[in-house]
């Protein structure tokens, strides 16, 4: 192109000089449009770059997106999942509580229905120890005594009443008494049973042929026993003779008073230890 210059130059008479200087001028004019011509394609090269990076980096981007998506999805299945296995999990939960508390307000009734059946119980031998009282009211003041003790009856009679002192084998005339009208109200109450226990102080025994006062007072209530049993018929299946020796005192053996008081015959009566049982098992099978 400088020589093109220089031609049209040369032919227009134009001075060497001058066509020198124009001729350097357009070659730096056109170095200069090279750079900006490699410039430009620098910089489309890096705008490419660029935008391949982009491209990559929105490819990137995408396939994360999807993962993440796709991890949500998961996620909510899961969610889904655990909800319901929540739900059926609530409903046989509530569906136990339910069944226990069901449980325990028939255990409840049941429990009730035993104490009420105990407290009957209680309420029978109350009755009954009241109408004791009512029936040896005819017998002498102060040589009998009824007792409420542990839902169980307490008929005490003094030595007086039953034997002269040392006496085992047979039983005084109010005593016998006293015996009939307790084997009267015994033969209205069948299934009550009694335990007829012979008690004494700790004094030395007036007959030297006996052991000790245990045997003594297992005399004594065998004989009050016998006597039930043969004239007056009480059932035998019903009744059990002990003796208790000095061993329950109802008072202390210090002075005459408390060893008359501990001097007696008490007769346990209490209901058959099948009876409660009995009902209680009935009452748990409604």
Not at 108 to 123: C, G, L, P
Not at 170 to 196: N, R
Request: charged content about 25%; glycine content about 4%; aromatic content about 6%.
């Amino acid at each position: 192109m400088v020589l093109f210059l220089l031609a049209i130059f040369a032919s227009s008479c134009v001075s060497k000089k001058t066509l020198q200087e124009t001729a350097t001028r357009y070659e730096g004019e056109l170095a200069a449009l090279r750079d900006q011509l490699y410039a430009a394609q620098k910089e489309i090269g890096s705008l490419n770059l660029h935008l391949a990076e982009r491209r990559g980096a929105n490819s990137a981007l995408t396939e994360v997106q999807d993962k993440l998506q796709s991890r949500i999805d998961a996620l909510e299945k899961e969610l889904q999942k655990n909800s319901s296995q929540a739900q059926t999990q609530e409903k046989s939960l509530n569906y136990r509580i339910a069944s226990k508390d069901s449980l325990i307000e028939a255990q409840q009734t049941a429990i009730e229905a035993v104490r009420e059946a105990i407290r009957e119980s209680a309420r029978e031998m109350d009755a009954f120890a009241g109408v004791l009282r009512d029936s040896f009211q005819r017998h002498p003041a102060g040589q009998w005594e009824v007792q409420l003790l542990e839902g169980q009856a307490v008929l005490i009679l003094s030595e007086p009443l039953l034997f002269k002192s040392g006496v085992t084998a047979k039983v005084e005339p109010l005593g016998l008494a006293a015996l009939k009208t307790l084997a009267d109200i015994l033969a209205q109450y069948p299934s009550l049973f009694v335990d007829v226990v012979g008690h004494h102080d700790n004094q030395p025994l007036p007959r030297k042929v006996l052991a000790d006062v245990w045997d003594y007072t297992t005399l004594r209530a065998n004989t009050v026993v016998r006597t039930m049993v043969r004239d007056m018929e009480l059932s035998p299946g019903r009744v059990l003779a002990a003796g208790k020796g000095p061993f329950a005192p109802r008072q202390s053996n210090e002075t005459a008073t408390g060893q008359a008081a501990n001097r007696r015959v008490e007769f346990v009566i209490f209901p058959s230890a099948n009876a409660l049982p009995k009902k209680i098992l009935e009452l748990l099978s409604q």
